[in-house]
Structures are given as C-alpha cells and as structure tokens.
C-alpha cells in the first residue's frame, strides 16, 4: 500500500466517488500535473504561474457559519461571522457531494494546521484542481510518512472552483459560497478559484478552536533575533508582515498566522503567501528571489508568453497577485517553525490618513485598546470590491477571520503581555505628509521603516527622547539614527497644519466611535488607553 495514502480514505467519511484520487503528491508532481491539465504554465525562472479568473481577493461577503446549538452561544454573530442554517448546509454538502461523485480526477491533501505538536488540527483538504493542492501543501504544515499512514483528518475541506452555489437552495448570497459547519468539522468552497479561500479557513478554524485551550491565535508575522528574541507583526494584508518579517538579521517562524501558548509561538503554516505587486530585488530580496525557484506559485502575475519573464509592475490581472512558497524558501526559516514566546509586539498600520506617525511605543492599556481597534487602511485588491485605499477597523487586526467575539482575544493578549512583560509599539507603513488621496503624497519609505524596527527590537529605542502625541495620547521618539526627524512628527510633515489638525481630529472621532462597541467588555485603563482630540494652535 502507498504509505502517503491513509488507512482512513474518503470512504470512512462518507464521501462516495469513482474519480482517480491523487494522494499527498509533491511539488514536482502536481506542477506536471498542473501543465498538462491547462491550469498554469512555468515561467523563464522555474515558478508556476496561474490564473484565478475573476476572483483576486478573498470573497467576504460569502462566508457563512453555520448556526447551531454549538455555535450559536460561541460565535461572535454579526456583519462578519453570517449564519447558515443547518437545513441549507444540508443541501449545499449534499450537492458538493454528488459533484465530487462523478468527478474523473481529485488530487487530496493530508496536513496539519499548527507547527507546536501538541496545539495542532489534522486537515484533510480535497481539490479539483493540482495547483490548489499544491498551494495548500506548501502553505499547511505536511506531515511525514509514518503520520500520513495513520492520518485521520478532524477537519475536511472541500474546495471545488467550478461549482457554482444556488443562493435560493443554499441559503447564500450568490454562487460564491464559503460555508464553515464547525459541528460537522466540514468547510465547503465553491465558485472561486481564489486559493487563498483555504488558507484563512483553517486560520478561522484555529482561531475557533485553540482560545478554548488558553492559546492565543495571531493575524501576525513572526521572526527571531539573534539573541533568542521573538517579535510578532500585527497587520492586516498589505501593511507588511510578510516584507518586514522577512529580514535577513532575523530567523523567520513565519509571515501571516501564528498561536502564543505558554511555551512557544508557533507558526500555523509551513509557507508563506506574498504580495508581488510591483515586488523588486532591491527593497525586498529575500520575497524576490522566490519568485525564481521551482516550487513557487504565482497567483495572477503578469507574464510575457514568449519570453516567460515576470512583469510584478502589471497590475492588470490583479492589484493582489501573490505567491506561495514552502517557508524555508525565506534562507534564514526556523526549521521546526517556532521560537521563544515574544519580547516584543508591532501593531501595523497603513494609515490613509497620513495622521499617525511611523512608530510609536504603547502601554499595555493601549496596546489591548488598538488591537481591538484594528485601524489601517485596507489596500485595493485584497477584498473584491476595494479598489483604493480607505480607512477600516478590523478588530484584532484580522475580524474577518475571527468567529469568537474580540474580548476573548483581547484578554488573551492583555493576560500575555502582562505575563512577558512584553514591549508593544504601534508602527505605521502608511502614508506621510498628506493623506492617501492627494497628488505627490507617498507611503512610508520601507528603509525608514527597518531603521525604526530594527531599534525597537534591539532595545536601543527604549533609551531615545520621546515626545507625547496631543490626539493618541502614546509616545513617539524625537530622534533616530538613519530617520529623518522631520518623518517622525507627522504634523510637521504636512505643508498645511490647519488641514492636519481637521484630519487628526477626525481620525480621532473614527476611533472613538468605533470602539463605543467594545467599552463594556474592557476594564477603565483601557477606556481611558484611547485617542483625545486636540486642536493645536
């Protein structure tokens, strides 16, 4: 018997098909079978270049929970977490299943969600298409052979691009559908081919799951300095937890989704999923050079069709293309995915405002008072239907993928940070000068960036000159080495003061009134930890 195929088949689940069944297959052996089925091509370079058609970003509006007795006391129901009957759910698996029963050819993934042994998911991902199973191989954790004998999955998914969902039969809002049955342990996706469906599923899986073990799970990057200290990036996508945490100085644990537990911070995945819009060798080496290694997947990456060289400045497919690469891609990958529990926390913000300055240092009261908020500005591409910069709050600087309500998360983080003794710092890579919309105005320089990352998390920061901020209340230093002074005082780099004063101010009303939502579930530090306006002369 092939030893990647489990003794536990699809069969032991219920799940009844005549098509050849394509277990664990490797990199090589999906890219063939990704060429010869038409799904993508091979660049000059060696990376697997594919289409996701009209579907470039992640399909919000179209997931669902499905509501029921264990989740409807458990799930944080509103806007973001949208309830699925389990009458619909019924008929939504019961049409995947007739679908997958007469398909010729499924390719099945076994891979564990969570590096840390002891805090992670077994997920059975079964696919219509090769680079979908290549994509969640890389992007997972995969098991060894031994554990792929015995594997039994907790959790299945089941993603399948050409079915097109019934909203009248299912239940849903149009022939997208991502439906999540925690009850069942089942996640249907269907009408996209946007493979990033799979991996914030398992992301909202483990966020449902490790709170109950006292595990936080984190919307963030993580890395290691050579001196044993873990820093963890806060960010939604587009703020730069992938480019900042992918630092030749530093070893990386990984760049998108991580679980604080008592011991460890731990990667959830076994690759990383970049951004490459107009990506370049220069300010982000390490990502580039990914890009030319067999293995990597393009998503929606202009490519010349004679030549087969690589256009990143082509926005015309997508604003988000993005890559996958297994994360030992990245030179300087931890090789088991975790490392020491954090010395320090970066909050990313990508300000549209140009209002916040490029770095500042929190209390652990506003530390819990802006991961809550969850402010940036969400950049075009990510979420279909965004297609310029605007200011959001995204709880826990990743709401969409949240089922429990935030307080849960929050108190995990408060109880951490207080444990650790952690630094938090709260760093914009957003714009400067003016807000996003004004001609000549540009975003943060990313070497500024670096320089005030690099002295936060060698600890030289802790010894500068502050100043307070009259509408945030943190502090925020005066000077650093290799940064402009002028950059850090975003106030004096606007050409009109009265215009910034107008626009801190409403940033400030933003702020509070957002999180008006969260004022009974947090302590008075924290209700007194946010944003005052003041109008300066």
């Known amino acids: 018997m092939d030893t990647r195929i489990s003794r536990h088949g699809l069969d032991a689940q219920g799940i009844g098909t005549s098509a050849q ?57 509103g806007k973001v977490n949208k309830g699925m009957s389990p009458e619909h759910f019924a008929a939504l698996k019961a049409d995947f299943l007739a679908e997958i029963a007469q398909r010729d050819t499924l390719y099945v993934q076994d891979l564990f969600g969570g590096s840390q042994a002891e805090h992670r998911v077994q997920v059975r991902v079964i696919n219509e298409l090769a680079w979908h199973s290549m994509f969640i191989r890389t992007l997972l954790v995969r098991p060894g052979a031994e554990a792929l004998a015995d594997f039994v999955p907790a959790y299945t998914i089941i993603d399948l ?165 297994p994360i030992d891609f990245i030179p300087n990958a931890s090789r088991d995915n975790l490392g020491p529990v954090p010395t320090n926390i970066i909050f990313l913000t990508a300000d549209a405002y140009g209002v916040l300055p490029p770095i500042a240092k929190l209390t652990p009261d506003q530390a819990m008072y802006h991961f809550l908020s969850g402010y940036t500005a969400r950049v075009a591409g990510t979420e279909i239907g965004v297609t310029e910069p605007e200011a959001t709050f995204s709880t826990c600087f990743g709401a969409p993928f949240m089922p429990r309500h935030p307080s849960v998360y929050g108190n995990l983080l408060k109880s951490r940070i207080a444990k650790g003794g952690v630094d938090c710092w709260l760093v914009n890579t957003g714009w400067t000068g003016g807000m996003a919309t004004q001609k000549g105005i540009s975003r943060m320089p990313i070497k500024a960036t670096r320089a005030l990352l690099n002295a936060a998390l060698d600890g030289s920061l802790n010894d500068a000159d502050f100043r307070r901020d009259p509408n945030f209340g943190f502090i925020v230093p005066v000077e650093v080495a290799g940064v402009d002074p002028a950059m850090l005082d975003p106030r004096e780099a606007w050409a009109d003061k009265a215009a910034y004063d107008a626009t801190a101010a409403k940033l400030v009303d933003q702020f509070v009134e957002n999180f008006a939502q969260f004022e009974g579930e947090v302590d008075e530090g924290v209700r007194q930890a946010g944003p005052r306006t003041t109008v300066l002369a």
């Open 161 to 325: 691009p050409s079915f097109r969902a019934d909203p009248e039969r299912h239940g849903c809002r149009s022939e997208t559908v991502i439906a999540v049955n925690f009850t069942e342990k089942m996640i249907l996706i269907g009408g996209t081919a946007y493979a990033g469906e799979m991996k914030k599923s398992v992301f909202g899986l483990l966020n449902y799951l490790l709170p109950q073990d006292g595990i936080m799970p984190m919307h963030c990057s993580a890395n290691i300095g050579p001196n044993g200290d873990t820093a963890v990036f806060f960010g939604l996508s587009g703020t730069g937890k992938t480019t900042l945490s992918a630092d030749a100085s530093r070893t990386l644990i990984g760049d998108d989704e991580h679980g604080w537990s008592d011991t460890a911070v731990f990667n959830f995945e076994g690759g990383c999923y970049a951004k490459m819009i107009r990506l370049s060798a220069e300010a982000e080496p390490e990502i580039f050079a990914t890009t030319r290694r067999f293995g990597t997947v393009l998503e929606n990456v202009v490519m010349d069709p004679d030549t087969r060289e690589l256009d990143f400045d082509d926005n015309s497919l997508a604003e988000n293309s993005r890559g996958s690469y």
């Open 21 to 77: 069944l394509f277990w664990n297959l490797e990199a090589p052996q999906l890219v063939e079978h990704a060429v010869r089925r038409g799904e993508g091509k091979l660049s000059r370079h060696g990376a697997l270049v594919v289409s996701t058609g009209k579907h470039t970003g992640r399909s919000a509006k179209d997931k669902y929970i499905v509501r029921d007795a264990e989740t409807e006391p458990s799930v944080w129901w």
